[in-house]
């Protein structure tokens, strides 16, 4: 059973890791969850962005915003690098969850099959 | 679509962070004595007008720009009308809101519970400076957990959004409420 004693224990490498941020990270990983994201599966995604973080120290902070005004693409995953440069991830379950953060936080690879512009092209098809 | 109660709340939620709420309850009552399902959401954030509340429930009711619906509120209201149960809004301007909603735990068209645990992860994710008390009862148990016994453990320098703390509090509330349902039978 866990107790909130655990969380003294958790305290001190808790510590460590958000010293380490002050660093900066160099992504930031941004999942919706107005109405449209939370519907469309936001939530299991957002679960697994934090596991696969927390698991493997990905070099990303992992936050939420509310709707882009793409609801029909949701769940939508943005990620954003240091120089401010972003990618739109669409339709994201949560092994793409898994695979974004392998590739395009871990790699530095995006991986274009999921984003906005791939969705629009296959649609335009 | 929305496929759990869980994610309902979790919309409610998240509008009550929208209103820059600092405290949000959250209670849970599973009755089966009562045959019915209590929920209760309150926050002290901004608050709405009487006129506001009384179309909240409205889909064509947003403070969003990006587009023309606004969803949460109305779904909630949707699930009540279809499970027998009531929905009900009060809301001060400056001083905050509650909505409260009575589902028929028996009805056929209720939806799964879902994982709260994992919605209050979702809410505390999304906005780690707000205290956030949810409380699961049902007829003879009741789980209880409050961010502000969190914070007392961690200290100030650890805010509750690092991975592992929220892992930490989802896992924590799931077994609470696993307890509370194992020692009912
Ligand atoms: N707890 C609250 N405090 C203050 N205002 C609220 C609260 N809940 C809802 N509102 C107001 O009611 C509006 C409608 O809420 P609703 O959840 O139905 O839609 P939304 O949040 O605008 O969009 P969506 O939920 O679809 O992402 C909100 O935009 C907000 O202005
Ligand atoms: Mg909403």
Known sequence: MKSLEDLKKMREEALKKVEMREGGKDYRVVVGMATCGIAAGARPVLNKLVEETAEKNYNCVVTQTGCIGMCVYEPIVEVYGKDGEHTTYVYVDPEKATRILEEHVGKGHILEEYTVDAAKKAEAR | ?185
């Not at chain 2, 849970?28 to 929920?39: N, T």
């Not at chain 2, 002290?44 to 023309?68: A, I, L, Q």
């Not at chain 2, 009862?137 to 320098?157: Q, W």
Request: charged residues 25%.
């Open chain 2, 1 to 185: 679509m929305m496929q759990d109660l869980a994610m309902h709340m979790l919309e409610i939620i998240m509008n009550s962070i929208a209103a820059g709420a600092s405290l949000i309850r959250i209670l849970f009552i599973d009755s089966k004595a009562k045959d019915e399902i209590q929920i209760e959401l309150e926050d002290n954030g901004k608050g709405m007008s009487e006129e506001m509340v009384k179309r909240v429930t409205d889909p064509f009711t947003t403070g969003r720009t990006t587009r023309k619906v606004g969803l949460g509120v109305s779904f909630m209201k949707g699930l009540t009308e279809q499970c027998n149960g009531v929905f009900d809004v009060k809301s001060q301007l400056g001083v905050g809101t509650t909505v409260y909603v009575s589902l028929q735990r028996s009805h056929i068209d209720l939806p799964p519970l879902g994982n709260l645990g994992e919605m209050m992860m979702a809410a505390i994710q999304g906005n780690a400076d707000i205290n956030y008390q949810f409380t699961y009862k049902n007829d003879s148990n009741e789980f209880a957990f409050d961010t502000i016994e969190v914070r007392k453990e961690l200290g100030d320098e650890v805010p509750l959004n690092e991975p592992q703390i929220l892992l930490w509090i989802r896992d924590y509330i799931n077994e609470g409420i696993q307890q509370a349902k194992e020692e009912q039978l």
